[in-house]
């Protein structure tokens, strides 16, 4: 049980002004906000079962995040804009933290790193899955958590697009994520939680990073979308429109849907989802008529 008042919380603590590379690391996180501006993947997806659409972010999560690191490369003049790091590149290291590093061809010298996570916007879940247990002592002050959230360019078809990427420093967000396990979550069982000793930043691929809780039977510690931490970002997410139809309503039609057990249900589901489109276009538009078509298309496709 908690006694008292909690401590306050963690205090966002970016580069020194003084650091060498701190115009760098400014035009990094530029370059990460214009990514869904720049990016072009040459993957096609069509012909996914309306059930099936879900599981995209595992068959295509590791592909989009390779795509994006690749944008990054081609942008350079947009991070490095007088070529002081033409030696310098973005390069992926999937069982390392962090995920991507800005680094020498030797890979000896980092500059900074950025752990990347696509997020695909459809999944079952309303909010990036992914657990980030790094331990806040493994994070350079420069290093960065970024999330991609991406959809199909019509929804059920065509070639991933990315969306506004939620951009927070890999310390400040380790910081809060123990914060809110020790201090602010509701709960009555052991709240510590076990660092590991000899963590640094830019670790060997085999190095133990990963802070441990004392009690964590759901495996629910390191949910950084959790925490509350990217609340109003999630939020902005589900009214992008898809197509004319938001997020949020395209999520709701799927999860009914996958429940539906018989037609009618399923026919139900699709016509909810045509009624928001009608309620949401006051007059005919380029979006609406699109959106309508891809409904036109998914109840063929269905069959219903």
């Known amino acids: ?21 701190y115009q760098l690391y400014w035009k990094v996180r530029e370059a990460v906000a214009a990514l869904p501006l720049y990016f072009r993947s040459e993957t096609h997806i069509a012909g996914v079962m309306a059930t099936d659409l879900h599981t995209l972010n595992a068959v295509l999560g590791a592909t989009i995040e390779d795509q994006a690191v690749r944008t990054l490369n081609l942008i350079r ?30 890979g000896e010298e980092t500059l900074l790193g950025i752990e990347l996570k696509g997020w695909y916007l459809l999944a079952k879940e309303a909010e990036p899955n992914f657990r980030f247990q790094v331990t806040p002592a493994a994070c350079a002050p420069q290093d960065l958590v970024v999330v991609v959230p991406w959809a199909l360019g019509s929804v059920i078809s065509g070639s991933p697009v990315l969306f506004e990427p939620f951009i927070e420093s890999a310390r400040f967000a380790a910081d809060y994520r123990n914060y809110y396990w020790q201090h602010v979550r509701e709960t009555g069982y052991d709240r510590s939680i076990k660092a590991p000793s000899s963590a640094h930043p830019y670790p060997l691929r085999k190095s133990k990073i990963s802070d441990k809780p004392a009690y964590d039977e759901g495996g629910n510690f390191g949910r950084l ?10 939020a902005k997410l589900n009214d992008v429109p898809l197509c004319g139809i938001k997020t949020a309503f395209w999520r709701d039609f799927l999860t009914a849907f996958r429940e539906s057990s018989t037609d009618a249900e399923a026919r139900d589901a699709l016509e909810r989802l045509r009624k928001r489109v009608a309620e949401a276009s006051d007059y005919p538009s380029a979006k609406s008529q699109a959106a309508l078509a891809i409904l036109c298309e998914l109840e063929r496709l269905l069959e219903l």
Do not use: K
Not at 1 to 21: F, I, K, N, Q, T
Not at 225 to 234: E, K, L, N, P, Q
């Open 1 to 21: 049980m908690r006694s008292g008042r909690p401590p306050s919380a963690p205090v966002r603590r970016l580069p020194d002004a003084h650091w060498e590379h």
């Open 77 to 106: 003049n947009t991070w490095d804009p007088q070529g002081r790091y033409a030696l310098f590149s973005f390069v992926r290291h999937p069982q390392t933290f962090p995920d991507v590093r800005l680094q020498s061809p030797d």
């Open 225 to 234: 979308a959790r925490t509350g931490i990217m609340d109003d970002y999630v």
